[in-house]
């Protein structure tokens, strides 16, 4: 007895034919491609907006101030010095975070500074109110010391901004007052019988002479004559003739020929 079998024809699969780049072609492949991606980034950098050097801080908010705190007036400045100082504004304080330089030192409206020197307790430069008296220099100074000779001074004359306050010892010559002084006491020691501005007829005074004139002093020239006019300029007018060994370079040899041709 023969059994019949049917066979059933098995699918045909169909594999997927694989191409293969030869090395040559894809090494080609590979370098076109890298050369395309550099072309694209330096296209990308050459586009780019350069931004100027200073064009952040340029940008940056201004920093604010107090109103009143200004070298004139307006809100917003940055130049004054001294706390609470109105350098020509109102009422308000130094710009919070500003450190002045040496070089912006100004006096603030309503104030005077007097170097206060001689037979004091703390002999220093003083920040006083406009409009204070001798005697208020002498006591922001420490006040006069023991062997302070007070009654050569005028205590009550008022104070000139950027003036020298000398006290004297007992014993010592009296100094003479800044020529203008307002309330200068007459007849306290010598320059009692000067001439107009402030000085003996003839002699030079070194408080308002210009460099010409300081030159035609002995032992004067011209580098001392500069120096001279330095001095006074910051720290004020001399109080005595003597002051002038003071400034670098005037030692008691060339004071001594002053003291008959310099006054203050």
Same mark, same amino acid.
């Given at each position: 007895?023969?059994?019949?079998?049917?066979?059933?024809?098995?699918?045909?699969?169909?594999?997927?034919?694989?191409?293969?780049?030869?090395?040559?072609?894809?090494?080609?492949? &590979?370098?076109?491609?890298?050369?395309?991606?550099?072309?694209?980034?330096?296209?990308?950098?050459?586009?780019?907006?350069?931004?100027?050097?200073? /064009?952040?801080?340029?940008?940056?908010?201004?920093?604010?101030?107090?109103?009143?705190?200004?070298?004139?007036?307006? %809100?917003? =400045?940055?130049?004054?010095?001294?706390?609470?100082?109105?350098?020509?504004?109102? %009422? &308000?304080?130094?710009?919070?975070?500003?450190?002045?330089?040496?070089?912006?030192?100004?006096?603030?409206?309503?104030?005077?500074?007097?170097?206060? /020197?001689?037979?004091?307790? *703390?002999?220093?430069?003083?920040?006083?109110?406009?409009?204070?008296?001798?005697?208020?220099?002498?006591?922001?100074? =420490?006040?006069?010391?023991?062997?302070?000779?007070?009654?050569?001074? *005028?205590?009550?004359?008022?104070? *000139?901004?950027?003036?020298?306050?000398?006290?004297?010892?007992?014993?010592?010559?009296?100094?003479?007052?800044?020529? $203008?002084?307002?309330?200068?006491? /007459? $007849?306290? $020691?010598?320059?009692?019988?000067?001439?107009?501005?402030? =000085?003996?007829?003839?002699?030079?005074?070194?408080?308002?002479?210009?460099?010409?004139?300081?030159? /035609?002093?002995?032992?004067? =020239?011209?580098?001392?004559?500069?120096?001279?006019?330095?001095?006074?300029?910051?720290?004020?007018?001399?109080?005595?003739?003597?002051?002038?060994?003071?400034?670098?370079?005037? $030692?008691?040899?060339?004071?001594?020929?002053?003291?008959?041709?310099?006054?203050?």
């Amino acid at each position: 007895m023969r059994r019949a079998y049917t066979v059933e024809p098995q699918p045909t699969v169909h594999h997927p034919r694989r191409y293969a780049l030869a090395p040559r072609v894809a090494i080609a492949a &590979g370098c076109a491609l890298i050369t395309l991606a550099l072309a694209l980034a330096a296209h990308a950098v050459l586009r780019a907006p350069v931004t100027a050097p200073g /064009t952040a801080l340029a940008a940056a908010p201004q920093g604010t101030a107090s109103p009143g705190g200004t070298d004139g007036g307006g %809100p917003g =400045g940055t130049d004054n010095v001294y706390p609470g100082g109105t350098d020509g504004g109102g %009422p &308000g304080g130094r710009q919070a975070g500003v450190s002045p330089g040496p070089g912006a030192q100004k006096v603030p409206a309503g104030e005077v500074t007097v170097h206060v /020197t001689g037979a004091v307790g *703390n002999p220093s430069v003083q920040r006083l109110p406009a409009g204070s008296r001798v005697a208020d220099a002498v006591a922001a100074a =420490g006040g006069a010391s023991p062997e302070a000779d007070t009654q050569s001074l *005028n205590l009550a004359r008022v104070l *000139n901004d950027g003036e020298q306050v000398r006290v004297p010892k007992v014993g010592e010559s009296p100094p003479a007052a800044p020529a $203008g002084a307002e309330g200068s006491q /007459t $007849g306290a $020691g010598p320059g009692a019988g000067a001439a107009p501005g402030g =000085g003996p007829a003839g002699k030079v005074n070194v408080n308002t002479a210009e460099a010409s004139a300081l030159e /035609t002093l002995p032992g004067i =020239g011209p580098t001392l004559a500069k120096r001279i006019i330095a001095y006074r300029n910051e720290h004020g007018p001399f109080a005595t003739v003597e002051d002038l060994t003071d400034v670098p370079g005037i $030692g008691p040899a060339v004071l001594e020929g002053l003291r008959q041709e310099a006054t203050t």
